[in-house]
């Protein structure tokens, strides 16, 4: 049986990765997982990179981590535990998916304006180098590395991701115009990479217009490729426009590694009270399944979860509150119970 890593991370994250393991157990899903540490947990107990040598071993042998989220430790000079893990392991595009849910109401869905939104940020670069210090005590300076290499390798991924999901567009967004130099440089791989995919519609777009536009016209996007903290930026924008963070699935793709986890953070302000959506985490890993061939696995389990979407069984952070919410361990129930069934 096919053995995969998983950590649970800090926050909600032990509360929605039990949820969504116990729903993969109820559906059988051929994997073995292996426990590994890491986390704020772990940086507390002295490990500096947030994790031990037993788990970045195991993960390099197994070559997927599914995780939880994990909380930046605070601190000067103190390197984020997922930058650090994404760094370490070169998966350098990050996929988030923003997808209409049947059953999550938003202005759009009520207005029959569909979304289907991709977006690939570059996840090594730019300024989360952490490179950055006081040159007075009044000035302080950081240091933005975008590199044709990094560049290539994320915009060629993108291209591939939008010709496999049969993209109508793809689009490149940016500030080249005011960040001539990093962001001219990103502008002109993803120009290049382009001619060799005449299939595909590539623009480009300045990533305030972006914002924008897709506040206005959602559906006029497909795939969006950006740097890295304009993606970060942006992704937050794009999982409100389908109901809120809940909803937003991602997988961080390297050659060798691949990490797939939500896109939000540990939730501390609900941490603890069995009430988080535990559907983001889930759609991660759905995605995970399809990445390992799993198929009949995750449509059965993906069929179950939009059913329970459209009979309007909900988390308090979305849905009908004229229906009572239901609670973590709940839902996830409620999911299992549905196998078998079609949205
Ligand atoms: P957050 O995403 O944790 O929370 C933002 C808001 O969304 C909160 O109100 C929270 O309650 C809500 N929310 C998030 N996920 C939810 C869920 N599944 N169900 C219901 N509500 C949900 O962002 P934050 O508060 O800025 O960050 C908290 C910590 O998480 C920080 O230490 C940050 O660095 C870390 N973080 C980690 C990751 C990751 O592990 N990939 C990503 C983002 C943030």
Same mark, same amino acid.
Request: hydrophobic letters at 40%; a negative charge; aromatic letters at 6%.
């Given at each position: 049986?096919r ?7 800090? *926050? ?7 949820a ?7 559906a059988?899903v ?36 599914f ?10 000079? +103190? ?32 207005? *029959? ?6 977006? +690939? ?40 991701m ?6 109508r ?37 300045? +990533? ?83 990445h ?28 009908n ?23």
């Open positions: 049986m053995r995969i890593a998983v950590a649970k991370g800090d *926050g909600i994250g032990p509360e929605i990765m039990d969504v393991l116990k729903i993969f157990y109820e059988k051929p994997l073995e997982y292996v426990t590994v540490d890491i986390g704020k947990w772990v940086f507390d107990k002295g490990f500096n990179t947030g994790m031990t040598p037993e788990a970045r071993q195991t993960i390099e042998t197994l070559g997927i981590l995780k939880g989220p994990m909380e930046t430790p605070k601190g000067k000079g +103190v390197k984020s535990i997922n930058v650090t893990a994404r760094k370490t392991w070169n998966t350098y595009a990050n996929t988030r998916t923003f997808q209409t849910l049947h059953g999550v109401d938003t202005v759009f869905s009520k207005a *029959g304006i569909p979304i289907d939104i991709t977006v +690939v940020r570059e996840n090594i670069e730019d300024t989360y180098g952490g490179i950055e210090h006081m040159i007075t005590n009044d000035v302080a300076i950081s240091r933005r590395i975008i590199t044709r290499p990094g560049s290539m390798q994320v915009i060629k991924y993108a291209f591939e939008a010709r496999k999901k049969k993209a567009r793809i689009t490149c967004a940016h500030k080249a115009n005011i960040m001539k130099i990093t962001d001219g440089l990103f502008l002109e791989v993803f120009q290049e990479v382009a001619k060799d995919y005449p299939d595909l519609k590539a623009d480009d777009v300045i +990533v305030d217009d972006l914002c924008m536009k897709l506040v206005t016209k959602p559906d006029t996007f497909d795939v969006i490729v950006l740097t890295n903290l304009q993606g970060d930026i942006v992704s937050d924008l794009c999982a409100g426009l389908i109901g809120g963070l809940g909803f937003a699935p991602s997988a961080n793709i390297g050659d060798h590694i691949c990490i797939f986890e939500a896109v939000h953070g540990t939730a501390p302000d609900i941490a603890g009270k069995n009430i988080a959506n535990p559907t983001a985490l889930l759609l991660s890993g759905i995605g995970m399944l399809r390992l061939g799993l198929m009949e696995s995750a449509t059965m389990i993906e069929n179950a979860l939009l059913y329970t979407l459209e009979q309007g069984v909900h988390t308090g952070d979305f849905g509150k004229s229906i009572s919410a239901v609670n973590t361990t709940q839902f996830a129930e409620a999911i299992t119970s549905n196998f078998g069934k079609q949205p």
